[in-house]
C-alpha cells in the first residue's frame, strides 16, 4: 500500500527542475560545509538491497548516508539475501521497512523499484532497475554539469556507446530535456541506438534538436559535454554480439585534438575500454570528479526524502 505521505524516488522526472536545483544546491553545501550536515540523521538507518552488481552507487550512497551521521545496513548482492530462498521482492521489502528508514535498492529487472514502492513504508530510491532508469546517477551527473560548467542550459552534450541498454544515458536525457537550448549529438553503432520510446517520448515531445551518427569524431568541436558509456555486456542475449560490439568506441587522446578547450569529459563508470587511461591525465576528464560528487548529491537527496532539515 502507499501512503501518501511517502516520496520514492523511481523516476528523474517525479523531480521538478525547481526541486532539481535545490538539491544542487543543498549539495553545493555540503561540499562547502560539511560540518554543518555531520548529525543530520543521526538514529537513521539507510538500507542498501543491490540485486545486482555496483561499487560506486552503492558505497556513495552508504559514504552519504554515514556522513550524514546515520547508519547502513544491507546486502550487496542477491544471493546473500533471502531471495535466494525464493522470497518475493514485496515482501523482502515489507520486512526491512521494519528494520530502516529508507531504502536505495538495485535490481537487474525494469519496473522492480515500482513495485518495491508500492509495498514500502519507507521511501525508496531507485539505484538503477535494469536497462530503464537511474536517477541519482543523474542527480551526479547534472551537479558535475553545474560545477563543471556552471550552467545546465545552451549545452551540446554527446552520449556515445550503449546507448540502448545504458540506463544513465535514459535518465541523463530525460532531465535535461527540461532545460534550455540542449543539443543531444547521439554516437552509437547501429545496435545500440537510443530506445525509439526516448526518442518519441522525451526528445520529439519536447522538440530537443539530436542527430544520430556512429562517427565519435564527426561532431567532436561542437560539444560541451562528452559522456563516454560502457557496453552493457550484462544485458546482452548473445555474447557474440558482445564481442562485436565493446570495443567499438575508444576515447583517447588522438580523437580529443578536435574538442573544446573547455570540453567535459564524463562517464558514470565502471569503463572497461571505452576511454584510454592516457585521457584520465588530460584537465577535460572529469568522471572520477563526478564519481566524487556522487556522494553529496545522494546527501542532499537523502535529506529531501527523509525530510531533515
Ligand atoms: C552505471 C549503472 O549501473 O548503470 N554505473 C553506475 O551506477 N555508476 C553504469 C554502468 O554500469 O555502465
Do not use: W
Request: net charge neutral.
Amino acid at each position: 500500500m502507499i501512503k501518501k505521505e511517502i516520496r520514492h524516488l523511481i523516476n528523474i522526472e517525479e523531480l521538478s527542475v525547481k526541486e532539481i536545483n535545490d538539491l544542487i544546491k543543498v549539495a553545493n553545501d555540503i561540499i562547502n560545509n560539511p560540518n554543518k550536515y555531520k548529525d543530520k540523521c543521526n538514529n537513521k538507518i539507510l538500507a542498501t538491497l543491490f540485486f545486482e552488481p555496483s561499487t560506486r552507487t552503492r558505497l556513495s550512497f552508504e559514504s552519504a548516508m554515514l556522513r550524514l551521521g546515520g547508519n547502513v545496513l544491507g546486502f550487496s548482492e542477491a544471493s546473500s539475501s533471502s531471495v535466494s530462498k525464493g522470497e518475493s521482492l514485496a515482501d523482502t521489502i515489507k520486512v526491512v521497512g521494519g528494520y530502516a528508514d529508507i531504502i536505495a535498492m538495485r535490481h537487474p529487472k525494469e519496473g522492480s523499484s515500482l513495485v518495491a514502492c508500492m509495498n514500502s513504508t519507507i521511501p525508496i530510491i531507485n539505484a538503477g532497475d535494469g536497462g530503464h532508469n537511474h536517477p541519482t546517477q543523474t542527480l551526479t551527473d547534472l551537479l558535475t554539469i553545474q560545477r563543471e560548467k556552471k550552467r545546465l542550459d545552451n549545452l551540446t552534450i554527446g552520449l556515445c556507446g550503449d546507448l540502448k541498454f545504458g540506463r544513465t544515458v535514459h535518465s541523463l536525457i530525460t532531465a535535461m530535456a527540461r532545460y534550455k537550448n540542449i543539443k543531444f549529438i547521439l554516437i552509437s553503432p547501429k545496435e545500440l541506438e537510443l530506445p525509439e520510446y526516448v526518442k518519441k517520448e522525451v526528445l520529439e515531445k519536447n522538440n530537443i534538436e539530436y542527430v544520430e551518427t556512429n562517427n565519435i569524431e564527426e561532431y567532436m568541436s561542437e560539444l560541451d559535454i562528452l559522456y563516454m558509456t560502457r557496453v552493457q555486456k550484462e544485458r546482452f542475449f548473445n555474447e557474440a554480439d558482445y564481442i562485436r560490439l565493446k570495443d567499438y568506441y575508444i576515447l583517447d587522446t588522438n580523437k580529443l585534438k578536435l574538442a573544446k578547450k573547455d570540453l567535459c569529459i564524463m562517464h558514470p563508470l565502471p569503463r572497461v575500454n571505452e576511454i584510454s587511461p592516457d585521457v584520465d591525465n588530460d584537465e577535460r576528464a572529469k568522471y572520477f570528479l563526478q564519481a566524487k560528487y556522487g556522494v553529496y548529491i545522494r546527501m542532499a537527496l537523502i535529506l529531501k526524502l527523509l525530510e531533515v532539515n
